[in-house]
């Protein structure tokens, strides 16, 4: 099975800085058919469902704010926000949806506001 | 619009059983992989379950094989999970997930999500 791993577990930022989160996975999820990296980000706000942010490691899902990216490759991934606003207070998950299940999520982020 | 309400949920004794459904609208159905996602008490999300579109190949979690079935009837566009010999440890919120777009690369990308429903396992 794939494990993902985020870092750090939790982070305080100011309003206006950049808020930066870590997935890494145990073994690549860059699938060579479609040289794609199959991972996604997750934003999940108390009482409400998750919501997808990036997936292919880098593509902002529609009606996402662009302070929001993603990027790395193979087993290293990144979720930068780039001017956290007080809305952007959530956990934060990677997940890999590589060929075969299990399909599994990191452990989660929080972030809050210094 | 993509819409989907998770029903079923509620108290359930120690090895009972308990049937989930998610009513889809708003897509076709049939076409889409859906999937369930639970977050128990204080913990992270976990994948739990798969139905990919079409045939309906099924996934699962090590922690519910044997134990929980999915199914889907596309004439209802409705989703299923068949819960059996039921353990405290499955006491979670369990989500109802569509896949963003249709294809078999991507049928755990979940791009749309229910409201969650309650399960909790419990004498």
């Known amino acids: 099975d794939i494990v993902m791993t985020q870092s750090p577990d939790s982070l305080a930022v100011s309003l206006g800085e950049r808020a930066t989160i870590n997935c890494k996975s145990s073994?690549?999820?860059?699938?060579?058919?479609?040289?794609?990296?199959?991972l996604a980000w997750y934003q999940h706000k108390p009482g409400q469902p998750p919501k997808l942010l990036i997936y292919?490691?880098?593509t902002r899902e529609s009606g996402v704010p662009d302070r929001f990216s993603g990027s790395g490759s193979g087993t290293d991934f990144t979720l930068t926000i780039s001017s956290l606003q007080a809305e952007d207070v959530a956990v934060y998950y990677c997940?890999?949806?590589?060929?075969?299940?299990?399909?599994?999520f990191g452990q989660g982020t929080k972030v809050e506001i210094k | 619009e993509v819409q989907l309400l998770e029903s079923g949920g509620g108290l359930v004794q120690p090895g009972g059983s308990l049937r989930l459904s998610c009513a889809a609208s708003?897509?076709?159905?049939?076409?889409?992989?859906m999937t369930w996602v639970r977050q128990a008490p204080g913990k992270g999300l976990e994948w739990v379950s798969s139905?990919?579109?079409?045939?309906?190949?099924?996934y699962y979690a090590d922690s519910v094989k044997g134990r929980f079935t999915i199914s889907r009837d596309n004439s209802k566009s409705t989703l299923y999970l068949q819960m059996s010999s039921l353990r405290a440890e499955d006491s979670a919120l369990y989500y109802c997930?569509?896949?963003?777009?249709?294809?078999?690369?991507?049928?755990?990308?979940?791009?749309?999500w229910g409201q969650g429903n309650l399960v909790t396992v419990s004498s």
């Open positions: 139905v990919s579109g079409g045939v309906g190949t099924t």
């Open positions: 708003g897509f076709p159905f049939i076409s889409y992989a």
């Open positions: 292919w490691a880098s």
């Open positions: 997930a569509r896949q963003l777009s249709v294809g078999t690369t991507t049928r755990a990308l979940l791009g749309y």
């Open positions: 073994q690549t999820i860059l699938y060579s058919s479609n040289s794609k990296n199959h």
């Open positions: 997940q890999q949806y590589y060929t075969t299940p299990p399909w599994t």
